[in-house]
């Protein structure tokens, strides 16, 4: 029996909801679905018009519900190189900390977010590989290097310890700086 539309949007909040602990790309979702890749992305961006916690990360598909009361979140201004990264990023993640997404604020279209949702060493290698792969370009080299990440981590103390790093490494740009 096929699906309707809208019980496939539902079955997809479903899964998303279920999935814990690495999002589904677009393309389990179509082979799931019996559909396109287009008809998941549109599903997705029907879904989010609605209202529904649903985040695209380049890994694939997360649904971001109630926030866990448990998590602290804090953003972050750093500025390096674009070949530095993967050593950013793996620095982070080391400490505990969840690389929601990076920021810039672009001099013409303002602010511009792109979702990274990186929480280990592997989410890091597979940006770093994607990015190498599609010869694209980082935000932070629109900006010279400066950039923002929201962070999300199980404590302060892990936020602070992550700073300490990032500080050491150069990468943190602080009101001193």
């Not at 909801?17 to 179509?30: F, H, M, R, T, Y």
């Not at 985040?55 to 750093?78: D, H, K």
Request: charged share 25%.
């Amino acid at each position: 029996m096929k699906l309707t539309a809208r019980e496939r949007r539902n079955d997809m909040i479903r899964l998303l909801q279920k999935q814990k602990e690495a999002p589904i790309s677009g393309s389990q979702l179509a082979n799931h679905f019996s559909v396109s890749r287009q008809v998941v992305v549109q599903d997705m961006s029907l879904l989010k018009a609605g209202g529904h916690p649903v985040l695209a990360t380049s890994q694939g598909y997360v649904w971001r519900g109630a926030p866990n009361n448990q998590q602290y979140e804090r953003i972050v201004v750093c500025q390096h190189r674009p070949e530095e990264s993967e050593q950013e990023l793996t620095l982070l993640v080391d400490h505990g900390i969840t690389v929601k997404d990076v920021m810039i604020e672009h001099p013409v279209y303002g602010e511009l977010t792109g979702q990274l949702m990186v929480k280990s060493r592997k989410d890091v290698e597979r940006f770093v590989s994607q990015m190498n792969s599609a010869q694209a370009s980082y935000l932070s080299e629109l900006t010279d290097g400066i950039h923002m990440h929201t962070l999300e981590a199980d404590s302060e103390d892990d936020f602070d310890a992550a700073a300490k790093a990032l500080e050491q490494a150069g990468f943190l740009v602080t009101s001193d700086s």
